[in-house]
C-alpha cells in the first residue's frame, strides 16, 4: 500500500468547535483511509530518517499516540508518551506550556530516554507551538536531543513553528488561514 493520497482531503474541517470562530481539523477521516493513513505514517516516518538516526518518537496525548507510535516502529524506534500530570505511575519530570486560557503541563517518566538519544517529536497538528516546546524541553531535561519536529498538519497563520525555533520542523500539510 504504497501510494500516496491527498492527506487534506482526509482531514475534515469543522466549524465553530470547539467554540465559536475555531475551525477543528478532525483526522478522524485519515485515519479511517488505511492508504491515507499509511502514507502519513510513511512520509513522517521519512522525515525522521532525514533526519539522521531516531532512538524515540516523544509524542503528545491524546492525539500524538495515534500516529506516533506507527511512525517509531517504522522507524524502528521506541516510543515516549508525554502525558498529562499524574497519569504515569512512576517518577516524571514536567513541563509547563501556556493555553489560550491558562497553564497547561506534560510529563514523561525520568528513565524513558538514556542521556544524549535522538528524538522525533510528533504531535497531529502545529498550532501556536506550546504543546511541542514542552516536548522539546522535556527531551532536552533528560540530556536528549531533538533532530526534528513532525507534525500531519500546521496552522501557518499561528506561528507555532517561530515558538520551536532553532528545531527543524516539518508538517505534511499546511494551512494559510482559519
Do not use: W
Amino acid at each position: 500500500m504504497h501510494t500516496d493520497v491527498d492527506l487534506r482531503a482526509h482531514i475534515r474541517n469543522i466549524p465553530d468547535f470547539p467554540r465559536p470562530g475555531i475551525v477543528y481539523r478532525d483526522i478522524t477521516p485519515l485515519l479511517l483511509a488505511p492508504e491515507a493513513l499509511d502514507t502519513a505514517v510513511r512520509q513522517l516516518a521519512d522525515y525522521g530518517r532525514s533526519r539522521g538516526t531516531i532512538d524515540y518518537v516523544v509524542a503528545a496525548e491524546a492525539r500524538g499516540f495515534i500516529l506516533g507510535a506507527a511512525i517509531a516502529r517504522d522507524l524502528g524506534a521506541g516510543f515516549v508518551p508525554a502525558r498529562k500530570p499524574g497519569k504515569l505511575p512512576s517518577e516524571t519530570i514536567s513541563a509547563e506550556y501556556v493555553l489560550e486560557y491558562g497553564v497547561d503541563a506534560l510529563e514523561m517518566h525520568r528513565d524513558a530516554l538514556a542521556g544524549g538519544a535522538n528524538v522525533l517529536i510528533h504531535d497531529d497538528l502545529l498550532a501556536t507551538g506550546g504543546t511541542a516546546r514542552a516536548l522539546c524541553d522535556l527531551v532536552e531535561q533528560l540530556g536528549g536531543h531533538v533532530l526534528g519536529c513532525g507534525f500531519l498538519a500546521e496552522l501557518t497563520f499561528l506561528r507555532g513553528r517561530d515558538r520551536l525555533h532553532p528545531f527543524d520542523v516539518h508538517a505534511l500539510v499546511s494551512y494559510e488561514s482559519e
